[in-house]
């Protein structure tokens, strides 16, 4: 394999700052868009039961069906665009690409009005903005995430890591409280109180926050080499190279069992990212501004909950604090099944603050900590993590769709969840981690 990563500087400050930035810009669209906005925004305007393309199904179902497609379709087509990455030495380029393409289709999304849509060319516009929308998001973080073990030294991945996802959380809780704002007072900038004009101007501000702030990490980190593609190469570095990292992971008990941990725990975690709005909307009959404020709640918890198991796992290792967040995660999850009022929900999105930008940050430089010692094509690596979380998220949301639609609601599907990540726990518990030369165990 040829080496294409072009040579810098480790533990550079500008270049870190450039890389953290990143997740200035995009944590915007997964915070305000695919997680506090939209997704409620869909269950409010359309009617309960719709018939996209003439099959019949809950509006409910059907949002989550489109969660799952957006990153089934990232997680089918990442190993051909990291091999293609790859082989052209272009990684910079396709976070363009795809931060181009994500940003433009969540502005489009301003376009999506109406009320009480069961069908036709106004649900579908929703359904493709959205979706392809996530799918640049998801696309992006691809090649973002396999920077991190080429910027820094491995006795800072817990810290660097930690500072993107915290960056990612000012960054778009800043520009959800400017929308809470927006549509809580519209009258304040001149827009009529009623109507969908306040929330569909969030999705403007969104895509133009992306697409500018992406640009200042696109000035600070490495530039790309500028080979020409051949398919020769593309093949044998995407999905042969995407093989390849498997059967090296299987030679690798702890790195195959954490894998593995990870897919479970992962359909847990980012489902419910992706639907907790919706559920509060569906379930809890929750209105945009109150599910805005319960947002902002949970990113601020996160940004909290990020610093401080970065701390208690330099303390007592990666595996240790894994360990209780999926415990909490878990109980997280029986909880919501019994939910009843505000007051309880609040509650619940609190503890699920404290550890979703933990488990994110830690996983990830848990991962870093367990590749083969002198992995150098590391975006390989990390092309198969990420397909492994799109894939994983995308299990987790086809599964929340099916209950949610055998069920007639969505408090069994939350149920499912909670097994993901007692699944994701059981194994979790099978895996050693190197840590200062000894075994954490």
Do not use: H
Request: charged fraction near 15%.
């Amino acid at each position: 394999m040829t080496e294409t990563k072009p040579a810098f500087q480790l533990n550079d400050p500008k270049v870190i700052k450039g890389w953290a930035m990143f997740d200035w810009a995009n944590s915007a669209y997964s915070l305000t868009i695919a997680v506090a906005i939209f997704p409620a925004f869909f269950e409010a305007i359309t009617a309960r039961e719709v018939a996209p393309w003439g099959i019949s199904m809950y509006n409910t179902t059907l949002f989550s069906l489109i969660v799952g497609l957006s990153y089934l379709l990232i997680a089918a087509v990442s190993p051909i665009l990291s091999g293609i990455a790859d082989s052209s030495g272009r990684r910079l380029a396709f976070m363009r690409f795809f931060t181009t393409v994500g940003s433009l289709a969540c502005m489009s999304l301003f376009f999506f009005d109406g009320k009480n849509l069961e069908s036709g060319p106004m649900l579908s516009l929703g359904i493709f903005g959205f979706l392809i929308a996530t799918a640049g998001f998801g696309g992006s973080i691809v090649f973002y995430n396999s920077y991190l073990p080429d910027i820094v030294t491995e006795e800072n991945y817990n810290r660097v890591s930690a500072r993107g996802f915290m960056m990612g959380y000012v960054g778009s809780v800043i520009l959800l409280i400017i929308n809470l704002l927006v549509i809580t007072y519209p009258g304040w900038f001149g827009l009529s109180p009623d109507g969908t004009l306040a929330v569909r101007l969030s999705f403007l501000m969104v895509g133009l926050w992306w697409m500018g702030f992406a640009q200042y990490a696109f000035r600070r980190l490495p530039p790309d080499g500028k080979k020409p593609i051949t398919w020769k190469l593309v093949k044998e570095e995407g999905y042969e190279e995407f093989a390849g990292v498997w059967r090296t992971a299987k030679q690798l008990p702890n790195l195959k069992r954490f894998l593995l941990s990870f897919f479970f725990y992962s359909a847990g975690v980012q489902t419910v990212i992706s639907l907790a709005s919706l559920f509060a909307s569906s379930e809890m009959e929750m209105e945009s501004s109150e599910l805005i404020l319960v947002i902002l709640l949970l990113q601020i918890l996160a940004l909290v909950g990020a610093w401080c198991f970065a701390k208690l796992s330099d303390a007592i290792g990666n595996k240790s604090g894994l360990v209780i967040m999926l415990v909490l995660w878990t109980v997280v999850c029986v909880f919501g099944y019994f939910v009843e009022g505000k007051v309880q929900f609040y509650l619940m999105a609190a503890a699920v603050g404290l550890v979703m930008g933990g488990v994110q940050s830690q996983s990830r430089a848990t991962y870093s900590k367990l590749l083969p010692p002198g992995t150098k094509d590391t975006t390989s690596y990390f092309s198969f993590y990420d397909v492994l979380e799109k894939a994983a998220t995308a299990l987790g949301s086809f599964s929340f769709a099916l209950t949610g639609q055998i069920s007639g609601g969505l408090r069994v599907a939350v149920l499912v969840l909670g097994g993901f990540f007692l699944i994701g726990l059981v194994i979790l518990l099978r895996v050693k981690i190197a840590r200062e030369n000894k075994l954490a165990v």
